[in-house]
């Protein structure tokens, strides 16, 4: 196929076997000589297709992202020249006329992929850059504008590994002119006849690129203060004329800039606390921000909340520095005097967290949603934004205004003319307390239940908006209630979950509410009471929640009550979940369906759950065996969203299964599929695998050893880590139990040699580990092991890696499986074995005996007494050998000796120590595999 089109259908096609495909021959293609010059003039074509030169720019990016730092000698290496015709080519392509924002984006990030490695010597780059910005075509200078923020993004990464010379450079070439825009674009937004979308979004990107620069520049210097004074200035104009302009249509425009320019000096403080608190840059912008948060009222339509979201973010930015820098402390201290902060609070209380009208038109449009909306941690919402900042002064400020809150809060409970907004806003500030308050209130503990017995009267409360904040404070309270009122608190969330005169909205707070006990210490005898009831009335909501974050929330709370509780109390109960969740599982399993896959990774999780405290049997393991097929099944396209989950319930059942039932059957044979997928995650796959092996044994490896040891060969080839180990132990245990089948795994053993013996060789303990599968080979069954190393050289090279790598065997039992199979190897020796015999004998009775070197030379010298007629009997030695080894040195012969008698002393079972390891966990199973292991471990080579 031919370049285009492999480009375009590695991205558009519709038939996901043809994107694999051109995804396979894409790959080989593109190294091919002249194929990334092919593709460049397929990016720069005018009249080609916008999608194929986009995607000729991304495919160029990933190629430059993959190969530009490999060293000399691997695949992909690219040349200083090649480079050097990227870099000119895609300077052109800079260059080129583009009228699509989209492909101009692409371009900059391939501009900036480029930058992070040479920057320092790419003097054109920043020449063009220069000259674009002042172009008098805009659409010219947004794209140089473009490629200039993300060039800044791009070595700001580079900077953090070893470019910060060159980055703090370019932020110094480029910071005067890009101040100088920045104001001048500034002042273009600050007349209703320049506002337009061109000057908004270059006065964007001029905010953005300060932003990036000035990270790589002192922040004190003089150039840094003139920035932060013409964004003040610009800030407290732009607010004013929005304000007055509200109806505007070019209010977005002006939005969007207020937006960036706040974004842009929270960044920056952010990153430099203590030097924009020193400089004093941060502080006109800190009273900027309090300024107009006390004067104009938010929630309506005279200002967008994104001026009151990023004003907030500013303040809560400072706020978090404040006990970890006294400079900050100091500055906030100077700028917002106790009395302003005590008002501050007060307006928080009034305006940001009341109830507002909006809530209640969300409340009763959908309620699930609304609860989840309140749940939820989002940064885009102002209310939160407001709560967030409110907690922060909390813990940073409590003596300035947290006796005068508590106080407030009382009289509100008290007075019986409280108005319901008020007692709702004082349920709130003391949910979002609920740490301050109790710290404050801390040596006055009938305090505290006084203040958690008023929230507790409100649940019963007949204002709905009331009733729902009481029982949200329950919640929040968690910490502080005493293990003696937990049974009541209980009682009181699952009865408002079923209380039939409740809302919705109210069900699932309480909902949420009881969560918080299960997750933080759930006291099972306290819940057992009322525990038919907490599952009855979580089944309901369960049964009436149409919204899959609620559905979540029951589930995980039954997940939660499942594992605390354990098998002896939860086991009544598992028949009817198991059905509620067939009945979910059946619903839900539809592709056709566009919720997404959320329920049913709650149903896994579950499931998960329930495996693990009670086990897999009867109708529950059918089901669950059902759930692992269908979730692991790659034809069904909701796989990829399941798999994840689905694997974990199948190791979890696997583990708990006493035979490999006809269900794990049916299941394995999706295993061998998802191992062929690149993208899986191997851990709990292999996990599964050594499970199967180890409960199917020979039976299993007879119908599928050969195609799994190919999948197996395939990993090892392409992946390090844990998943390397799990290999190399599932290599092991069949090699124990299955010596007779042990050839299935030669393939295996010869890609770890060969992985060793590469100039890429792994780390040292993968080296081992590879090591140690070579040597169960050799001693479980030599005659495989022989097909591996089927020349003297490899028996040579084998010997000498085992020598080299005996010192990294921590494992007694490994080392002497090595010392086992070194003995086996010698046989017929060889030159370069007899040169270092002697110091590899000692390696072997250390080994054995695990003793220093002066007792290791007293044993040697016994075992050569007591074994002479052992060694002479030895059918692959004759007295001719012998002979001739005593004739050339002494001290291989003793050697020799040496290991006839360590071998003879490892495998006979009277010796003074048995080398038989340790049972392992898995031969528990059943005596065969103890049986197998026997044979497997004293048994001669």
């Not at 009222?297 to 005279?302: L, M, R, S, Y």
């Not at 049916?666 to 998802?674: D, K, Q, S, T």
């Not at 039976?699 to 180990?725: C, P, T, Y």
């Amino acid at each position: 196929m031919m370049l285009r089109e492999l480009l375009v259908g590695r991205n558009n096609s519709e038939n996901r076997e043809t994107r694999v495909r051109c995804e396979e021959s894409w790959d080989a293609a593109i190294k091919q000589p002249g194929a990334l010059e092919t593709v460049f003039q397929i990016a720069g074509a005018e009249g080609e297709d916008m999608v194929a030169r986009m995607h000729s720019v991304i495919s160029i990016r990933n190629f430059v992202e993959e190969n530009w730092k490999l060293r000399v000698g691997l695949e992909g290496h690219m040349s200083s020249e090649r480079k050097e015709a990227v870099k000119e080519a895609s300077l052109h392509l800079l260059n080129s006329h583009h009228q699509d924002d989209a492909l101009m984006r692409q371009i900059a990030v391939l501009i900036a992929k480029i930058s992070r490695y040479e920057i320092a010597s790419w003097p054109n780059l920043l020449g063009s850059i220069s000259q674009g910005v002042s172009h008098e075509n805009p659409i010219t200078r947004v794209k140089f504008f473009t490629t200039l923020h993300y060039l800044l993004y791009g070595c700001l990464a580079a900077s953090r590994i070893g470019s910060r010379a060159a980055f703090e450079g370019l932020c110094a070439s480029i910071t005067p002119g890009c101040n100088a825009l920045s104001e001048q674009y500034n002042n273009a937004m600050l007349s209703t006849d320049t506002i337009t979308n061109l000057n908004a979004k270059l006065c964007c990107l001029c905010h953005k690129i300060m932003q990036r620069a000035l990270r790589g520049t002192d922040i004190t210097s003089p150039m840094a203060c003139a920035y932060f004074t013409n964004t003040v200035a610009f800030l407290d104009k732009a607010v004013e004329l929005r304000v007055v302009s509200s109806a505007s249509d070019k209010s977005s425009l002006l939005d969007s800039v207020i937006k960036k320019a706040m974004k842009s000096v929270s960044t920056l403080f952010f990153h430099k606390p203590i030097e924009m608190a020193q400089s004093g840059a941060i502080s006109p912008v800190l009273k900027l921000c309090f300024q107009k948060l006390l004067t104009i009222p938010p929630f309506t339509d005279k200002l967008d909340n994104t001026f009151f979201l990023q004003s907030l973010s500013v303040i809560e930015q400072v706020i978090a520095s404040l006990s970890s820098s006294p400079t900050v402390a100091d500055m906030f201290l100077a700028v917002v005097p106790d009395a302003d902060l005590v008002r501050f609070v007060r307006v928080l209380l009034e305006s940001y967290l009341n109830l507002h009208q909006y809530e209640v038109e969300a409340w009763e449009a959908d309620p699930e949603s609304y609860v989840f909306d309140q749940e939820a941690e989002d940064d885009l919402n102002v209310k939160q934004k407001a709560s967030s900042v409110f907690c922060g002064l909390a813990d940073e400020k409590p003596d300035v205004f947290i006796p005068d809150l508590a106080a407030l809060i009382e009289q509100t409970f008290t007075n019986p003319n409280s108005s319901p907004k008020d007692i709702e806003t004082a349920l709130h500030v003391m949910g979002l307390g609920c740490y301050a308050f109790p710290s404050y209130m801390s040596s006055e503990e009938p305090r505290q239940m006084q203040w958690l017995n008023a929230a507790a009267s409100m649940c019963a409360h007949t204002n709905n908006y009331i009733k729902r904040r009481a029982i949200w404070v329950i919640g929040q309270w968690v910490y502080t209630v005493p293990p003696n009122m937990y049974q009541a608190i209980y009682k009181l969330l699952i009865d408002s979950q079923c209380n039939p005169s409740n809302d919705k909205v109210i069900k699932l707070t309480a909902l949420n509410a009881m969560k918080e006990y299960v997750a933080h210490d759930l006291d099972a005898d306290a819940l057992m009471p009322v525990l038919n009831q907490f599952f009855g009335s979580t089944f309901q909501i369960l049964r009436q929640c149409s919204h899959d974050e609620m559905k979540d929330n029951c589930l995980a709370n039954i997940g939660l009550v499942i594992t605390c509780l354990g098998a002896e109390r939860f086991s009544p109960f598992a028949p009817s979940l198991v059905e509620l969740l067939q009945v979910y599982w059946t619903t839900e399993m539809d592709p056709t369906k566009k919720n997404g896959t959320k329920v049913l990774e709650q149903v896994i999780a579950c499931l998960a759950k329930l495996v693990q405290v009670v086990g897999s049997v009867g109708e529950v393991h059918d089901f669950v065996c059902c759930v692992i097929k269908q979730s692991t099944d790659v034809s069904n396209p909701m796989y990829l969203d399941l798999v994840d989950n689905a694997n974990e319930l199948w190791l979890y059942t696997i583990l708990n299964a006493k035979e490999l039932t006809p269900g794990l059957a049916a299941c394995f044979a999706h295993m061998l599929p998802l191992l062929d997928k690149s993208f899986m995650s191997y851990e709990h796959l292999l996990n599964i695998l050594h499970q199967y092996i180890l409960i199917g044994g020979l039976n299993l490896l007879q119908q599928h050893g050969i195609a799994i040891f190919d999948r197996l060969v395939q990993i090892v080839q392409g992946m390090e880590g844990d998943v390397v180990f799990t290999v190399c132990k599932i290599a092991e245990d069949v090699i124990i139990m299955c010596p007779d089948s042990a050839q299935t795994a030669c393939p295996l053993v010869s890609s770890m040699l060969q992985c060793i013996y590469s100039p890429n060789r792994p780390r040292p303990r993968v080296q081992v580990a590879f090591m140690c599968v070579v040597c169960r080979l050799v001693v479980g069954n030599k005659t495989a092991a022989l097909q591996v190393l089927s020349s003297p050289e490899a028996i040579i090279s084998c010997l000498d890696l085992i020598v080299d790598l005996e010192d990294h065997v921590s494992c007694p039992d490994k080392r002497k499986i090595c010392a086992m199979a070194f003995s086996s190897l010698l046989v017929p020796p060889h030159a370069q074995v007899l040169e270092r015999m002697d110091s590899v004998a000692t390696m072997v009775v250390e080994a054995v005996t695990g003793e220093e070197d002066e007792f290791a030379e007293t044993f040697k010298t016994s075992v050569i007494e007591s074994r002479t007629s052992h060694f002479n009997t030895q059918t692959s030695h004759s007295l001719e050998r012998e002979h001739a080894l005593l004739n050339k040195d002494p001290v291989v012969h003793v050697s020799m000796r040496s290991w006839y008698g360590m071998q003879q002393y490892i495998i006979e079972p009277g010796s003074l120590r048995s080398s038989r390891p340790s049972t392992p966990s898995w031969a528990m199973r059943s005596t065969q595999l103890s049986s197998t292991e026997s044979r497997a471990t004293t048994g001669s080579p």
